[in-house]
């Protein structure tokens, strides 16, 4: 059975192209607490790479991307 994962906060970065999905994630995550849950759907390409490698070098957690079409949301979790 499918984990749920309930978002503290969502990002709706549809539409928007490198570098605007990193650095809105960026902005919105620094207003969040340790261990919230941001949501972000993207429909950039790059963002399947740049936001997990992102989240890698900044120390917050990927816990699941979801896949539909062209969209893809990413679970993110405030870890510091």
Same mark, same amino acid.
């Given at each position: 059975?499918?984990?749920? *994962?309930? @978002?503290? @906060? =969502?990002?709706?970065?549809?539409? *928007? #192209?490198?570098?605007?999905? *990193? @650095?809105? /994630? %960026?902005?919105? *995550? &620094? ?11 993207? &429909? &950039?390409?790059? @963002?399947?790479? &740049?936001?997990? %490698?992102?989240?890698? %070098? /900044?120390?917050? =957690? ?8 062209? /969209?893809?949301?990413? #679970?993110?979790? %405030?870890?510091?």
């Amino acid at each position: 059975m499918p984990q749920v *994962i309930t @978002a503290d @906060a =969502e990002l709706n970065c549809i539409g *928007i #192209y490198c570098p605007g999905p *990193i @650095a809105m /994630t %960026r902005d919105k *995550i &620094d207003t969040m607490s340790t261990g919230q849950v941001l949501k972000v759907d993207t &429909d &950039d390409p790059s @963002a399947e790479e &740049d936001l997990p %490698r992102w989240a890698k %070098r /900044t120390g917050h =957690e990927v816990m699941n991307i979801e896949k539909s079409g062209a /969209t893809m949301t990413f #679970y993110i979790r %405030r870890v510091k």
